[in-house]
């Protein structure tokens, strides 16, 4: 179960904001779907090893060779706002 | 001749484009203009290309393929099927596009999806659904819906499309042509838009087996763009294998005919595909997948997490869209709230309060471990058999609108295609026969069904070659929903 308060607070996390209409839509919905996946809590998994990667690679490393990357004026021609050679935006506010 | 030229196999285009007998520009304007005049009636592409660009047809023999929007292109429109990113132009082109195009295929257009990939409906494009050449009334699955939907209608003669958790298998299934998955690593995923980055991965939808193992053989490899690339052992080979004398078909209680919310139909086209391995001469067994009925519980905790963190850059500052003049986080705030679509919120929200300080350990944690479990699981039944069989999809396709109120519902969709994803292993479907669906209603001759073979790491060659004789045994015809 998640209630309308921690379902702002994640939205707040989350960066995204929500309408009214919609957080308790959003907290009806999580909650079926963690119901589901609290299921998991019934399984013993004492000292199973997580699995962040599941083919066996390690260290996977480059070359440290310096090559040429695009341009500033190329990497900005799709910002919704660019100035002076940047990426602009709007203060932080408080 | 342009119907023929239709329905001859991409392979066979390519062969006939080297031998001379078809024209490789004739090819690609018989698609371009089917595209221009059918699909309004499929809603399969994005975007079409006008003209295929270079004319070195190369061992693919310049038979043009569709790409799902997933993969970047350079100078080209490309959406993950989001409004956040519509009109957006990427600097660059994904290695697995890159590659096709140099071996020959050029790119017939973009096609549409779930939003970043995340359905398994299409009903998720932020540009509209695309409907199932079988029956419009029904979906063509997803995420790769437009893919699937293209080369089901003849409107591509083949196909690219990404798979986290099915995205791949699952619309082939419903669509009624072949679609793989290969083993995590053995194609690049750089310029593959991320959803899932522990489970992504780009396969083949194409009409045959043998044009899945040849768009295999041009995709695999190690990328220096993608360090959890590793390519394939050893060149694809061609499938030719017309016996599976020597196989041996594990069948897990788990995910076989009569598991959770398997139709009756599908379930016979399933039990009619293990009599058809017999008469083949290979042995069908029952094997064990204790932990592939939590395959959905821990995918729905590890694809959420890596999305929450993977779509944290779809902020309206360096591309794509901006919305709000307030302060910055009002900014990054409305930008997400007004570009992305209701499910990719829902599982942003959900991935964000799994990794959230006193959440962490209960869901991420556990779910990291039960994917342990499930690949484990996997280990010990390859132990006892070549390949794990199961129907791809417990249901035929649905009908628009039946599940988008219930996302527990959908999510069910992928519930025999998780558990290999989770363990990172290949898994081809290939049409099986054709079912009613449960709730009856279709068209008369009834909707494809999907047979699914995964195999251990790295065994794509070896699959592919049963798929293959399997296929030919089965002889189901894919141009059947041919527009």
Known sequence: ????DQVLHVARLARLRLEEGEIDRMASELSSVLDHIEKISELELGDVPPTSHVI?????????EPRASWPVERVLEP?????????RVPTPGQ | MSSDLLKISAAEAAEGVRAGTVDAGELFALYRDRIKDLDDRVGAFLWQAD???TSDPGPLGGVPIAVKDLFCTEGIPTTAGSRILEGHRPLYTAKAVRDLNAAGAPMLGKTNMDEFAMGSSNENSGFGPVRNPWDPERVPGGSSGGSAAAVAAGLAPWAIGTDTGGSIRQPASLCGIVGLKPTYGAVSRYGMVAFASSLDQCGPLTRTVTDAALLLRHLAGRDECDSTSLGLPEEVTLPSRTSLEGLRFGVPRELGSDAQGVEPGVGE?????????????????DVGLPHAPHGIAAYYVIAPAEASSNLARYDGVRYGLRSGNGTLLELYERTRAEGFGAEVKRRIMLGTFALSAGYYEAYYGRAQRVRTKIADDFRSA????DFVVTPTSPTVAFELGARTDDPLAMYMADYCTVPMSLAGIPAVSIPAGL?????????PRGLPVGFQIAGPAFSEILMLDAAFALEQAIGFDTT???L
């Open chain 1, 1 to 4: 179960m998640i209630d309308r």
């Open chain 1, 56 to 64: 066996d690679v390690e260290n996977v490393l480059r070359a440290d």
């Open chain 1, 79 to 87: 910002a919704p706002d660019a100035a002076g050679g940047g990426f």
């Open chain 2, 51 to 53: 003209e295929a660009g």
């Open chain 2, 269 to 285: 086209v399933f039990d009619r595909t293990l009599e058809r391995i017999r008469e083949l001469g290979g042995e069908v067994i």
């Open chain 2, 382 to 385: 390859f132990g006892a058999c």
């Open chain 2, 435 to 443: 079912a009613e669906p449960s709730g009856g209603g279709g068209p």
């Open chain 2, 480 to 482: 059947r929903a041919f």
